[in-house]
């Protein structure tokens, strides 16, 4: 599938569910949360429908998203199943992490879902300091996320990255150790800026950490950070290796990085059924009704057809943009 601007389309992320254990700040901040009802969330039977769909139309990847991904019951079989759709070549997960160590019948979360064919995970991870940890989830689960980190490597996850929202005030003593801990552990560390997608506006000039900054905070540490333009993962990271190591790190820098959008390769299926073009764009279009209301395959092709064909150029986020939605419910 190919858009009006030459992005070609082959990755789905999808959203299972609006919930989480976790209340990070920049995300869904302590509050009331008004959670969608059962039956507006689409089941997995739905979910798989929509992604044989997506399959046959180009679809070559797929990361399940949310919320809090691990939360939603019978994840690990919905994972096997989706692993299993002819043309899906990789699936990831996106987590916190809390829950990888938690036992399933006789194994561990991570174990159960590495044979269930996932095999990336991409673990958040703010800071390796309890106190800072729970100021940044609003939960003491710091030691949870390490053991469900230790759980990823004993059940043979192909491959770990750990995820950062860089906040000021909060990361810049972060940087550094979280490097060293990615490093010896061989996992992929990324630094991302903040993005205007929570409840609450927590996108303001005392939060907002750019990438450029963190980097040269770095470098203060550790020298010119050496440029990877060949290194490619499915996003839209820029990666640079640690002088006089082998070790990668990532900056995602939807802020400030004005050529962030010219290889998005991205759909956005909502857990309530909308597919989004854009993370950073108000477009999304109702899947659910028509699936609900017996749409044929071919019609939901159709469909699906029409939302890539309506993807824009780049996000809105510089453009003073308001979030219409949470990420939870989008699926970062
Ligand atoms: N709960 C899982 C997790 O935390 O990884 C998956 C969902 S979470 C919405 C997906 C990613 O979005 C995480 O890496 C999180 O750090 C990131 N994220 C959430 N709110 C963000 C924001 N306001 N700006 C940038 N990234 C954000
Ligand atoms: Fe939950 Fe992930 Fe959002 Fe944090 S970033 S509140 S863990 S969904």
């Known amino acids: 599938m190919e858009d009006t601007f030459g992005h070609h389309i082959s990755y789905l992320r999808l959203s299972i569910t609006d919930r989480c254990n976790e209340r ?40 399940v998203t949310g919320g809090e991904p691990l939360t939603r ?38 174990q159960g879902l590495v044979r269930a064919g996932v095999s990336g995970l991409n673990v958040s991870l703010d800071s390796l300091q309890r106190e800072i940890y729970q100021r940044s989830t609003q939960r003491d689960l ?9 759980a990823a490597v004993a059940a043979g996850c192909a491959s770990i990255r750990l995820n950062c929202v860089l906040m000021k005030g909060q990361s810049e003593a972060e940087l550094l150790p979280l490097i060293r801990f990615a490093g010896e552990r061989g996992f992929l560390l990324r630094f991302i800026e903040l993005m205007p997608v929570s409840t609450r506006d927590v996108l303001t000039e005392e939060n907002f950490l750019a990438t450029g900054t963190a980097r040269a905070l770095i470098e203060v540490e550790t020298g010119p950070l050496i440029p990877q333009p060949d290194f490619k993962t499915n996003g839209p990271a820029l990666y640079y290796r640690v002088p006089g190591t082998e070790q990668r790190i990532g ?33 999304e279009f109702d899947l659910r009704d028509a699936l609900r209301a017996g749409a ?33 419910a989008i699926g970062g």
């Open 142 to 150: 710091l030691p949870r996320v390490l053991a469900g980190l230790d």
């Open 24 to 63: 990070c700040r920049y995300c869904m901040p302590e509050e009331e949360q008004a959670w969608f009802a059962r039956e507006e969330v689409l089941s997995y039977e739905e979910m798989l429908r929509l992604v044989r769909v997506g399959a046959r139309l180009g679809i070559r990847k797929l990361r």
């Open 296 to 328: 044929d395959d071919a019609e939901l092709e159709r469909l699906v057809l029409g939302v890539v064909a309506r993807k824009p150029k780049e996000h809105d986020f510089r453009d003073n943009y308001q979030p219409n939605r949470r990420m939870i």
């Open 251 to 283: 900056f995602i820098g939807a802020m400030t990085n004005l050529h962030f959008c010219e290889s998005c390769n991205k759909l956005r299926l909502t857990c309530d059924g909308k597919l989004r073009p854009c993370l950073g764009s108000y477009l």
């Open 73 to 110: 019951p019978g994840v690990i079989e919905f994972c096997q199943e989706l692993a299993a759709v002819p043309g899906i070549e990789s699936l990831g997960i996106s987590t916190n992490g809390t829950l990888l160590a938690a036992e399933r019948e006789g194994e561990t979360m991570a």
